[in-house]
């Protein structure tokens, strides 16, 4: 069984860094793709980055240029190191696992990490 556990959120002021890490266990990390999600209040959820198994990114409009998704396959872990944050980026940012990019939302899924980033 998959389990994805992501890590490293909590509060900043705007302009600052967080970076999340999600490390995945019960499958084969390598051959997976992975993706960050987030879901604001009152908002639909939305794809923030992904990244192939060959290391393809991917990323939305709203985080171009500010946030970069990296993996370390030894690790079993996907990062997602988010610079010049805004209060706009505030939401539960969700880790998530499939064969490919365009199958992640119907994929394996994290508990979740709450960013909070303050003006």
């Known amino acids: 069984q998959v389990q994805l556990v992501e890590s490293g959120g909590g509060l900043v002021q705007a302009g600052g860094s967080l970076r999340l890490s999600c490390t995945a266990s019960?499958?084969?990390?390598?051959?997976?793709?992975m993706g960050w999600y987030r879901q604001a209040p009152g908002k639909q959820r939305e794809l923030v980055a992904a990244i192939t198994r060959y290391g393809n990114r991917n990323y939305g409009n709203s985080v171009e240029g500010r946030f970069t998704i990296s993996r370390d396959n030894p690790k079993n872990t996907v990062y997602l190191q988010m610079n010049s944050l805004k209060p706009e980026d505030t939401g539960v940012y969700y880790c998530?696992?499939?064969?490919?990019?365009?199958?992640?939302?119907?994929?394996?899924w994290g508990q979740g990490t709450q960013v909070t980033v303050s003006s």
């Open positions: 998530a696992q499939a064969s490919a990019i365009a199958l992640l939302d119907k994929g394996s």
């Open positions: 019960g499958s084969i990390f390598s051959t997976y793709a």
